[in-house]
């Protein structure tokens, strides 16, 4: 047995409910994306609204976040990611439960959506992974990967929560029920378990071997990399990717000729393959070259988008397309997160990283009215289905070409 795989189980050891509370809190940030696609006819029955009316929500939700989350990121570096990520569910688990006061206007709509906006910026995978990746150094890979195992989890189960509460009580008591049952289950397990893996506890001492040295560029030599600036694009090239799909699957799936609650269960799939894919990717980071698995995984959901170009997909089609974008998804902010933190190191992390997410909030904007747009002007999704595809394959050619990270004293 090896010197470094003992570190790394007694990095598990000690950490392992630091990483475990933060999958739970990170499963937050999935809530609007996977759950609001089983209410999307609901609402176009009960208000007239168009597809693109419907997802005007998400985009606001996403267009916030351009101007919030480098200050998201910056207030996690100085006072610590736990007080940041126990506001951001409060908030985005509430507001979501709002949703169900809808009036029929769109702007009070976009209203609502600012709300759960504020919420989403307090929950970016850089908040929960920052604490993680200051306790896991021959572990950091898998670490991170288990943390952000949230949001395949979330989008495992909310598609078929949402649509059962929607079934059995209705879209507005469906929109209730998600956001309590999401409070219920996050808020507890991160106030009791998630702390801050940068700073030792107050009033005591931790030994000299578990003491954290938190290095790495400022926010000013960051931007100015290489690999700040491969990340933007390959990180927004998935982010219009995965906000355009999240959305959008379930509409599109029974677009194709399925029932509703086959078309939750299907996407479901994409919630479960990105579970595997995400702790796949995580270990394989620990041992393989980071861009050469983020230029592969990008590259799915361009073959994922092919099978659901077929002019009449069985079900075997939808669920492979559907288990294709669940594993981009899953691998995808983990290779990311784990680039940013060999690059860039921890002292800016949150903030530079905040400043990656913010150039893809301007893709998540775009994408789920554009999706909704090509819908009702052409009746299907196949031309912002093609737009993925080359948006995509330019992400991975810019991952691919990040180059190799320079030495920092947290690594």
Request: aromatic share 10%; with cysteine.
């Amino acid at each position: 047995m090896t010197m470094d795989t003992i570190s790394a189980r007694n990095e598990w050891r000690a950490y392992w409910p630091l990483t475990l509370a933060a999958m739970v809190g990170y499963s937050t940030i999935g809530l609007q994306s996977y759950a609001l696609g089983p209410f999307v006819t609901h609402l176009e029955i009960e208000f007239g609204w168009t597809r693109a009316e419907v997802m005007t929500g998400l985009s606001v939700s996403s267009l916030a976040g351009v101007f919030l989350n480098i200050a998201s990121g910056m207030i996690a570096d100085r006072i610590g990611p736990r007080p940041v990520g126990l506001t951001g569910i409060a908030i985005k688990t509430g507001a979501f439960a709002l949703l169900a006061t809808a009036t029929g206007s769109i702007l009070n709509w976009s209203l609502l959506w600012f709300a759960i906006a504020l919420g989403v910026v307090m929950l970016q995978a850089s908040i929960w992974t920052s604490a993680v990746a200051a306790r896991f150094d021959k572990s950091r890979g898998l670490a991170m990967a288990a943390a952000l195992t949230g949001a395949p989890l979330a989008a495992t189960v909310l598609p078929l929560l949402a649509t059962v509460l929607i079934n059995s009580f209705g879209w507005r008591a469906g929109f209730v029920g998600v956001g309590a049952c999401w409070f219920l289950i996050t808020f507890p397990v991160v106030f009791l378990l998630f702390k801050d893996g940068r700073k030792a506890r107050k009033g005591g001492r931790i030994p000299a071997s578990q003491k954290v040295e938190v290095g790495g560029v400022t926010f000013t030599q960051g931007v100015r990399s290489r690999a700040f600036w491969c990340l933007l694009i390959s990180f927004g090239a998935f982010s219009f990717y995965a906000m355009t799909i999240s959305a959008n699957l379930v509409p599109l799936l029974t677009d194709k000729g399925v029932t509703a609650i086959e078309a939750a269960a299907i996407a479901s799939l994409m919630g479960i393959a990105g579970i595997v894919g995400r702790l796949s990717v995580g270990a394989l980071l620990d041992r393989l070259s980071g861009p050469a698995i983020g230029a592969v995984t990008q590259l799915l959901p361009v073959g994922g988008c092919a099978l659901l170009l077929l002019d009449q997909p069985g079900i075997g089609s939808l669920a492979l397309a559907s288990t294709a974008f669940g594993i981009a998804t899953g691998a995808e902010v983990d290779v990311s997160l784990y680039l940013a933190s060999r690059h860039f190191g921890l002292r800016s992390f949150a903030s530079l990283f905040g400043a990656i997410i913010t150039f893809g909030a301007m893709g998540g904007t775009v994408g789920p009215y554009l999706g909704g747009w090509f819908h009702d002007k052409w009746g299907n999704y196949d031309g912002v289905l093609i737009v993925i595809m080359v948006t995509m394959t330019l992400g991975s050619i810019a991952i691919a070409s990040i180059g190799h990270p320079k030495p920092h004293a947290d690594q």
